[in-house]
């Protein structure tokens, strides 16, 4: 049973507000469906690594890929599952441009203990011009195998955390 993506409001606010990082940098979902995620990421001035050129920090770039992967895994995964970054690599191949984001992330193969996505990073307008791409490796920690960990309060923070 995959994730119900029927209800985009809840998984809309749930990445992008109750995740702490994800609010900090202002991600946006653009489109959810089984195996699919793609994000906007508004430009930002603090996002530059590089202002002589001027180019975004690829820091910046790979934060992206690494979210949109794991949102990708998520879309196949029933409630209660969880997915954790094992391996990234990117790929950069271009400067990014003092402009928003997409990043976009496929699912290649899911098994039962692992995900394997493809990702890319783009100007919008630009799909064929990636400014990044990368491939993703995400570990599967299935809801019947416990150990889940802390559920957010309604702050978004886990609880015991600073803030919470």
Not at 20 to 45: I, S, T
Not at 64 to 84: K, N, Y
Not at 125 to 142: D, K, L, M, S, W
Not at 154 to 163: A, C, D, I, T, V
């Amino acid at each position: 049973m995959a994730t119900d993506l029927d209800d985009i409001p809840m998984v809309r606010q749930f990445i992008e507000e109750m995740i702490p990082f994800h609010r900090f940098l202002g991600l946006k979902v653009d489109h959810l469906e089984p195996g699919l995620a793609r994000l906007k990421l508004p430009f930002r001035p603090e996002f530059v690594g590089d202002p002589f050129r001027p180019a975004l920090h690829g820091g910046v770039l790979s934060t992206l890929l690494d979210t949109v992967g794991g949102m990708a895994v998520f879309t196949r995964l029933p409630w209660g599952d969880r997915a954790s970054t094992v391996d990234m690599r990117v790929d950069y191949l271009r400067p990014g441009l003092n402009e928003d984001l997409v990043a976009e992330g496929r699912v290649e193969r899911l098994g039962n203990r692992v995900g394997v996505t493809e990702m890319r990073v783009f100007h919008p307008g630009h799909e064929a011009e990636p400014v990044a791409t990368g491939r993703g490796v995400y570990n599967i920690r299935r809801s019947d195998q416990g150990g889940e960990g802390p559920v957010p309060d309604s702050s978004g923070l886990p609880e015991g955390l600073p803030g919470a």
